[in-house]
């Protein structure tokens, strides 16, 4: 029996499991999650999650924030560099396979049950049709899978990176008033980063109220955008301003994941991933989605019918690293 090592490596947090080769990804025999931005590096990160465990990792899949080239990559929202074979040879691990963390999330959608999602909108799936995946957390990652004839084949992108192309004339606007500052892509308004810059642009351009409460809990805070999301969710309250900051971005994430579908021939569905998605189920199952979703001109009658569903489950990422190296593991034997 061998013992292999899965993690959903992002910039905010860093979920990791052990498991054994008889009882699969289904029973991971240790698991935990620590803050990624503690650490100086991965490599003292897996020493805090593994120097205690009395056990020899033969093999590892890291399911990583950023493009993977030659099994390193460079975290796209953290100054850490992954080198796999640096890994296999700190840690005395026979292999180390590294992977896009949107190739992972893609890698678990056949293992997902009714349990782990929400349908937004249901369409008529094409069996064995190209599935997309767009996951808002602190960046926006994007991947797809192909149907190969004997499964699923997940494939990277950096589909986040593509530029932002507004619908109407707010959106112009948002554009107009982040273009001075940087590149504006999908990420730069769809993500843990992105919420803080439509935010701004209310607050600024469109002259939204900031209420003292709010302002006085920014002011607190690193990170702007669970108060973002807090400040919508909170019924007693009622936050105008972080009401249409969230609704501004829910359409713009409609755009991101319509986008996808044409360009990908997502007709076996979309499937929202990431961290944010699940804590804005709310504004996300209003009408405003699914019309910008299906608002794609001649394509329209197409993206009606692919459906769209939430990943509810928070450790799809890790599931999906455990199931492709258990996948490689297959091949071998």
Not at 142 to 158: D, F, I, K, L, R
Not at 224 to 244: F, M
Not at 272 to 297: H, K, N, T, W
Request: proline share 4%; net charge negative; charged share 20%.
């Amino acid at each position: 029996m061998s013992y292999y090592l899965a993690a959903d490596v992002g910039g905010t947090k860093t979920d990791l499991a052990v498991f054994d080769t008889k009882s699969g990804y289904a029973r991971p025999l240790y698991e935990a999650t620590l803050p990624s931005r503690q650490y100086a590096s991965f490599s003292e990160l897996l020493h805090q999650f593994l120097d205690d465990k009395r056990i020899t990792i033969q093999y590892a899949c890291f399911g990583v924030a950023g493009p993977v080239l030659a099994n390193k990559v460079q975290l796209t929202n953290l100054a850490w560099e992954i080198d796999g074979l640096e890994i296999e040879t700190e840690f005395m691990i026979k292999k180390v396979i590294i992977i896009n963390d949107l190739v992972a999330i893609a890698s678990a959608i056949p293992s997902l049950t009714a349990s782990d999602l929400v349908v937004l909108k249901q369409g008529r799936a094409v069996q064995q049709g190209t599935l997309g995946i767009v996951a808002p957390g602190t960046g926006l990652g994007v991947s797809y899978s192909v149907w190969t004839g004997e499964g699923y084949q997940p494939c990277a992108s950096e589909g986040g990176h593509a530029g932002f192309s507004p619908r109407n004339q707010i959106e112009l606007e948002l554009l107009g008033f982040l273009f001075t500052d940087q590149h504006v892509s999908f990420e730069s308004l769809c993500s843990g980063m992105g919420l803080p810059n439509i935010y701004r642009f209310l607050v600024t351009e469109k002259h939204f109220s900031e209420q003292v409460w709010l302002a006085d809990a920014l002011s607190r805070r690193s990170d702007p955008s669970p108060v973002i999301v807090q400040g919508a969710l909170d019924s007693e309250k009622e936050c105008a301003l972080c009401q249409e900051t969230v609704r501004l971005f829910v359409k713009i994430l409609a755009e991101a994941c319509s986008n996808l579908a044409v360009t990908v021939l997502a007709r076996g569905g979309i499937y929202l991933g990431g961290g944010i998605a699940p804590r804005i189920l709310a504004f996300l199952q209003e009408e405003a989605f699914v019309s910008r979703f299906e608002a794609r001109g001649k394509m329209s009658g197409l993206v009606r019918n692919i459906p769209v569903a939430v990943i509810m489950n928070p450790k799809a990422a890790l599931t999906g690293a455990a199931v492709y190296i258990e996948s490689k593991l297959r091949t071998e034997d």
